[in-house]
């Protein structure tokens, strides 16, 4: 079972949302698609969404946008997303984010958003310094809002975010009398970090992703390349500081990964190393990725069109509330 297995909690509505940001790799897979998608089922009320209007602080081309917008709803499918037991929708359908995002922004202080770690990451990392970029929090407090949800799984990274959505509900409810369901703190267990083809933490932005789908000879050339030291073919080797070897992890039982270690410390050579990891990659992703090949634009269509359509009827229920709650009705 994967450690971040969510206990069955029947009463309990769980959102997840997505950037469409670009081709997805195997740190979002283990560390956000399955721990989410494991909420289907367990969850009273599990809703998805694509968090389009968030890619736009980063991507500005109509064509790749649109593009990973239809790419990753067909990822959520391959992965194992079930219309039967979730809802899936596009937050750019959705006109309320916007606008709780903008009554929202009214009663945030600045300083709460000048605390935000993701804003001087990006930053940093060359992202344009924009105002959107600046009130990201708020709209994904107005996504969370939105919903009445009780709990949202995120990783490390977004727990401040959810930590803002539910100081900005106590502070509108305290402001404008009880509207705003407060979100419980995010559950999610700690996923490990994906180590990616150079040692570091796998991301995008680092150029060292393994992908989940698409061409063959991509992922092939990727994990044949991943770095190692320069210990020789039959030396002894340490496993702990091995990318290679973390990565095998993430499809291994603890006795299989026990075993491998021997061998490492015996001296497998990371070429073979390596050819296995392809093969347990291939071995876990094979069918996921056949599915993947297989779907079409019209295969997410009658999917989104009913998760839309619903969750466009919770969210104007909330933007009514919220609309008296503040006299705009
Ligand atoms: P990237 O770093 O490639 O831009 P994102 O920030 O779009 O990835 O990741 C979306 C989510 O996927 C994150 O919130 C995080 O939960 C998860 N994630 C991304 N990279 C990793 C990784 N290397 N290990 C574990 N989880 C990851
Ligand atoms: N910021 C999240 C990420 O990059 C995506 C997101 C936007 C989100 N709105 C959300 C996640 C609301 C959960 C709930 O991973």
């Known amino acids: 079972m994967c450690p971040s297995s969510p206990p069955a909690s029947p009463r309990l509505r769980v959102l997840s949302g997505i950037q469409p940001s670009g081709q997805l790799h195997l740190g979002n897979y283990f560390g956000s698609i399955r721990p989410n998608l494991e909420w289907m089922g367990k969850a009273e ?117 959810v930590e803002i959505a539910r100081d900005l509900a106590l502070k509108f409810n305290n402001a404008f009398g009880e509207t705003l369901k407060v979100p419980e703190p995010q559950i999610r267990a700690e996923v490990a970090v994906v180590p990616g083809t150079d040692g570091r933490k796998m991301s995008k932005s680092y150029g060292n992703v393994i992908p989940l789908f698409g061409d063959e000879k991509a992922v092939t050339k990727a994990i044949m390349g991943i770095q190692t030291d320069s210990r020789g073919a039959k030396d002894p080797k340490d496993p702990d500081t091995c990318p290679v070897f973390q990565l095998h992890r993430l499809f291994r039982s603890k006795g299989e990964a026990e075993a491998l270690s021997g061998e490492y410390r015996k001296g497998l050579s990371y070429a073979e190393a390596k050819k296995r990891l392809l093969a347990a990659y291939m071995g876990f992703f094979g069918a996921m990725r056949a599915h993947r090949s297989s779907l079409r634009a019209a295969d997410a269509a009658e999917v989104l069109r009913h998760g839309n359509e619903r969750a466009h009827e ?12 503040v006299g705009l009705l």
């Open 314 to 325: 919770l969210a104007a229920k909330t933007m009514q509330r919220v609309r008296k709650a």
């Open 45 to 161: 009320q599990s809703l998805f969404f694509i968090a389009d209007l968030h890619a736009l602080t980063t991507v500005h081309d109509a064509a790749a946008l649109r593009q990973a917008r239809a790419d990753i709803i067909l990822d959520y499918l391959a992965c194992g997303f079930d219309p039967a037991k979730a809802l899936l929708f596009e937050q750019s359908k959705i006109p309320e984010h916007t606008e709780l995002l903008w009554i929202l922004s009214t009663i945030t202080p600045m300083g709460l958003l000048e605390r935000a770690v993701s804003y001087k990451d990006k930053v940093q990392q060359g992202i344009a310094a924009t105002a959107g970029l600046f009130t990201y929090p708020v709209l994904m407090a107005a996504d969370i809002l939105l919903y009445d949800v009780d709990t949202v799984p995120v990783g490390r990274d977004q727990k401040q975010h």
